[in-house]
């Protein structure tokens, strides 16, 4: 029901963007997300948006060079990513799910649906 895109190979301080489209429902009450996963390591958060589009939340790591957004007319979600860096190489994972709480947002546990994720590969 969710589906990522947008991954690919970039070098080092480049951009890409990643959307996450919906299928088969709407996820327009719902808080979506993006979390990624580096070989050997534990998933990790990325950003989060809130169903109304308001409240954004972001991982330190990332904070400043990431931009979240959505847009709920056509159910799906992006993921602007700016100034790449190597330590960014991971397979990235939307989701959606009901908290809206900026202490739990970071929580996989608080997602329901989960994408199939998207590769981003950072070159030096």
């Known amino acids: 029901q969710l589906q990522a895109s947008g991954g690919g190979l970039v070098q080092a301080g480049g951009s890409l963007r990643l959307s996450c489209a919906s299928s088969?429902?709407?996820?327009?009450?719902?808080?979506m997300g993006w979390f990624r996963q580096a070989p050997g390591k534990e998933r990790e958060f990325v950003a989060a948006i809130i169903a109304t589009g308001g409240n954004r939340y972001y991982g330190d790591s990332v904070k400043g060079r990431f931009t979240i957004s959505r847009d709920n007319a056509k159910n799906t979600m992006y993921l602007q990513m700016n100034n790449l860096k190597p330590e960014d190489t991971a397979v990235y994972y939307c989701t959606a799910g009901r908290s809206r709480a900026a202490q739990t947002v970071s929580w996989p546990s608080e997602y329901d649906y989960w994408g199939q994720g998207t590769q981003v590969t950072v070159s030096s």
């Open positions: 088969g429902r709407t996820f327009y009450d719902y808080t």
